[in-house]
């Protein structure tokens, strides 16, 4: 019989059946299976194509880093740290977080009525020692997702031309987006879920 995965949301928000969690996720069914198919999808897919499984990973762990999600970088970054090959990514990746920490969202809109809401940030860039380790690939790739995090107002064609001439193909860059994306969405429904589990517990009390 195949290995059937875990649902990733209950085990990073440490849900266990029958709880009033299980119950509260068990009213939206579909919400719920679409989630797990997401996360199969970016990270158990039969063909990993463009993006290996160590890259997902890595922008997995970059993106939980910078929502300072610990348990969730954990989750991402551990298999790295197993890895006989990956193992000093984990390092790099952490010197890399603390690097892009900053408070969002900023940046500039197009000039024109909604630009009295830019706001100053970190411009992030990958430290030159680090991106001799990474590589081009992997640099801008973390530096994009930095940008989506922080910074997507300023999401453009500009931004995507600089994966392409990193080394990133058209497929690759929607791998990379929809990882930033549900990753940040799995941030969100977990942080959402312990508010409520915080709030049954003060009632029960």
Same mark, same amino acid.
């Not at 630009?115 to 590589?135: A, F, H, I, P, Q």
């Not at 530096?143 to 497929?171: C, I, K, M, N, Y």
């Given at each position: 019989? =195949?290995?059937?995965?875990? +649902? ?13 969690? +299980? ?5 939206? =069914? ?20 463009? $993006? ?17 999600? =610990? +348990? ?32 969002? =969202? ?19 860039? $990958? ?5 001799? $380790? ?48 549900? $990753? ?22």
């Amino acid at each position: 019989m =195949p290995q059937v995965s875990p +649902d990733i949301i209950d085990l990073l928000a440490g849900i266990t059946p029958g709880s009033s969690l +299980d119950r509260i996720r068990a009213q939206r =069914p579909e919400t719920r299976e679409q989630a797990q198919q997401s996360y199969l999808a970016l990270f158990r897919p039969k063909v990993f194509g463009d $993006v290996s499984l160590a890259e997902r990973q890595t922008i997995a762990s970059f993106i939980a880093g910078l929502h300072r999600q =610990p +348990d969730i970088y954990e989750f991402y970054a551990n298999p790295l740290e197993e890895s006989g090959t990956d193992r000093w990514l984990v390092e790099v990746l952490k010197a890399e977080i603390g690097a892009g920490q900053a408070t969002g =969202p900023y940046g500039d809109y197009p000039e024109g009525p909604l630009s009295v809401e830019n706001k100053v940030g970190l411009l992030y860039r $990958v430290s030159d020692t680090n991106r001799d $380790v990474l590589g081009e690939r992997l640099s801008a790739a973390l530096e994009h997702a930095h940008l989506l995090v922080f910074r997507p107002r300023e999401a453009s064609p500009q931004a995507l031309q600089a994966l392409l001439d990193a080394g990133w193909t058209t497929d690759g860059i929607v791998t990379l987006s929809q990882l930033v994306s549900f $990753v940040a969405f799995q941030i969100r429904v977990i942080a959402g879920l312990s508010l409520l589990s915080a709030a049954s517990k003060r009632a029960a009390a």
